[in-house]
């Protein structure tokens, strides 16, 4: 059974830092690429960072500089290292796996609340 399990989210206060890191199980990790999306009330899921198999990352232009993302292969888990935070990254962030390789399996967290205090 596949589990994808979030954990580091909380309340912290704006300029203040949070590292969230996401454990997978039942996936063989090396062959996925991992990424962070964050969904706030009332708007739609957004994609945050991604890292590829290979290590390539990208970043929303809104969290590029504050954000990044990183994995340990050797752990099965993905990290997102969040700096700087503003209010307005308030939101559930959730892990999400895709496996690079046919037929594609993805695969959701539970997600984990993060509130930044102005």
């Known amino acids: 059974q596949v589990q994808l399990v979030e954990s580091g989210g909380g309340l912290v206060q704006a300029g203040g830092s949070l590292r969230l890191s996401c454990a997978a199980s039942g996936i063989i990790f090396s062959i996925n690429s991992m990424d962070w999306y964050r969904q706030a009330p009332g708007k739609q899921r957004e994609l945050v960072a991604a890292i590829t198999s290979g290590g390539s990352t990208d970043y929303a232009d809104s969290v590029k500089g504050r954000f990044t993302i990183s994995r340990d292969n050797a752990k099965n888990t993905v990290y997102l290292q969040m700096n700087s935070l503003k209010p307005e990254d308030t939101a559930v962030y959730y892990c999400?796996?895709?496996?690079?390789?046919?037929?594609?399996?993805?695969?959701w967290g539970q997600g984990t609340q993060v509130t930044v205090s102005s």
């Open positions: 999400y796996a895709r496996r690079d390789s046919w037929p594609y399996p993805t695969h």
